[in-house]
């Protein structure tokens, strides 16, 4: 890929939020999780964890904790993005906290990228309640959510999202 499809491959994702009854198959599954280990991560320590919800039950419980959103109830796979805060913080203190959180954040970033690149489809869920979260997973105290990501195969939005100019989010040598 030269970096024009780069560009091309990055201007063709956007947000699914109406998706189809169908699962999403295993190697689809498997790719997107090899990928997310290739992210990058403070120290190697690689401070994040993922649950997987493929059950209709539970994705309903999710997309409740998720002030109702319907796509995390119909998406087939949910990818419950999880700080590790035991893994960054063993090395690196309170600094660790922060850490968890990047590295979480980059791993969920390689997962909906690695879906855009199997022609999945995705929308990443950031509205939730945490607590609600913790208790349909049952994840342990040092593990905090930080992204739910609906995947599946869906119906794109007619046109892409616009972005502003990216001079405004740019400083040259001080703010
Ligand atoms: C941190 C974060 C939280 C988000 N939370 C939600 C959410 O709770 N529900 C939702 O439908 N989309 C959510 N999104 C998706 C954004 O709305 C979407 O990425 C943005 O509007 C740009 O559109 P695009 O992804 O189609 O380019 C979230 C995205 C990010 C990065």
Same mark, same amino acid.
Not at 75 to 79: H, I, K, N, Q, R
């Given at each position: 890929m030269d970096s024009s499809e780069f560009h091309e491959f990055l201007l063709s994702r956007s947000s699914v939020r109406e998706f189809r009854d169908e699962p999403v198959p295993e190697v689809d599954i498997t790719y997107i999780l090899d990928c997310a280990s290739t992210a990058p991560s403070a120290g190697n320590l690689e401070a994040w964890d993922v649950v997987l919800v493929t059950g209709r039950d539970i994705r309903e419980q999710l997309s409740d904790a998720a002030y109702g959103q319907e796509h995390v109830r119909d998406?087939? &796979? &949910? &990818?419950v993005v999880c700080a590790n805060y035991v893994r960054s913080m063993s090395q690196y203190g309170e600094r660790g906290i922060l850490f968890a959180l990047q590295d979480a954040t980059i791993a969920c970033t390689y997962m909906m990228l690695a879906a855009h690149a199997r022609r999945l489809h995705s929308c990443w869920v950031g509205a939730f309640v945490e607590e609600d979260v913790r208790t349909v997973l049952g994840l342990p105290a040092h593990v905090r959510p930080v992204a739910i990501l609906c995947v599946g195969r869906g119906h794109p939005p007619g046109r892409l999202t616009e972005r502003l100019p990216v001079g405004e989010h740019v400083h040259s040598n001080a703010w």
């Open positions: 998406a087939p &796979l &949910l &990818l």
